[in-house]
């Protein structure tokens, strides 16, 4: 999956970690067990996820819960 942002303010790299990008690189890409690409060029963000294809009780945050 790619996001890209444009029109919008001019981006520039985080000086400090935020909630949101810990977010985004530790708990997404552990879920997904693969690294998150997030770019901050000035035109806008790009993330790029590699989102595997699995059976849903195999997600850690589903683990210990019956499937609905």
């Not at 985080?14 to 035109?43: Q, S, W, Y």
């Not at 996820?49 to 059976?55: C, H, I, K, S």
């Amino acid at each position: 999956m790619h996001w890209s942002e444009r029109d919008g303010p001019q981006v520039s790299e985080p000086t400090r970690r935020g909630f949101g990008l810990d977010l985004i690189e530790k708990i997404v890409a552990h879920e997904l067990h693969n690294a998150v690409d997030m770019t901050f060029a000035p035109e806008g963000v790009e993330c790029t996820l590699r989102v595997p294809v699995r059976d849903r009780t195999e997600f850690e945050i589903r683990s210990g819960r019956k499937p609905d």
